[in-house]
């Protein structure tokens, strides 16, 4: 019983949490933010897109918890659909934010995070958006059997979730007139298209990763789950 309570547990606290952080930032931190013409719209950071990723995946965890716990029918559809992004967007798209933010952070802030930034944006906010959004996806794989896709499906995903974004950021440029990345404007064309290919190796081998924590956490299962498809 206590395995069946605690990733509906989890799945409220994570969703309700996130609604919080999102009417923080509405609320308190986007009039300061508005000033500051990159800050503007942050539908322009890989770090929105993933929270709200966040955001709507442990919603749906909670209607799919609802349905199957309250109205006692089955939500396989929608389950289907949560395995499915968590790991060919949420995972990869997590570890890329965690990974390149504080690998640039530690080469130099500057370029990623000036140190003007702290007075707007407080520690917490930034801890939320750049560092606990992977161990609370681990977490829940953790908790809860998500089944991974084929891994030419699930790279798939990954891959056109990263063309997708890297074009809007090309638009932003064009359109905007600056990057939305300090980093980017000192890049020539050819570092940019090589950091491209870096973050495009980097997440397919962070999609492999969350398909080697997934066998380490439901190892036998996925075994039988494989054997069963072959029989």
């Known amino acids: 019983m206590a395995g069946r309570v605690a990733p509906y547990i989890l799945h409220v606290f994570l969703f309700l949490f996130y609604l919080v952080e999102e009417f923080y930032r509405m609320q308190y931190l986007r009039p300061h933010m508005s000033k500051i013409p990159r800050l503007k719209n942050r539908s322009w950071f890989l770090t929105?897109?993933?929270?709200?990723?966040?955001?709507?995946?442990?919603?749906?965890?909670?209607?799919?918890?609802?349905?199957?716990?309250?109205?006692?029918?089955?939500?396989?559809?929608?389950?289907?659909?949560?395995?499915?992004?968590?790991?060919?967007?949420?995972?990869?798209?997590?570890m890329i934010v965690t990974v390149v933010f504080w690998g640039m952070y530690a080469v130099d802030r500057e370029l990623i995070f000036p140190a003007a930034l702290d007075k707007i944006i407080p520690p917490w906010v930034n801890h939320v958006w750049h560092t606990t959004v992977v161990p609370v996806l681990l977490l829940e794989m953790y908790l809860v059997h998500h089944r991974h896709p084929s891994r030419q499906a699930g790279l798939t995903g990954a891959v056109t979730v990263g063309i997708v974004y890297l074009i809007w950021v090309l638009i932003v440029a064009q359109v905007g007139g600056f990057w939305v990345y300090p980093f980017m404007a000192a890049m020539s064309n050819f570092q940019f298209f090589l950091f491209c290919c870096f973050v495009a190796v980097i997440g397919c081998s962070f999609y492999l990763l969350g398909e080697f924590c997934n066998k380490i956490f439901w190892g036998s299962m996925e075994t039988s789950r494989k054997g069963k498809k072959r029989a």
Request: charged share 15%.
């Open 48 to 94: 929105q897109w993933n929270i709200m990723g966040h955001t709507v995946f442990f919603g749906s965890c909670v209607l799919a918890d609802l349905i199957e716990g309250v109205l006692g029918k089955k939500a396989a559809g929608l389950r289907k659909v949560q395995d499915y992004v968590l790991a060919s967007v949420l995972f990869p798209m997590s």
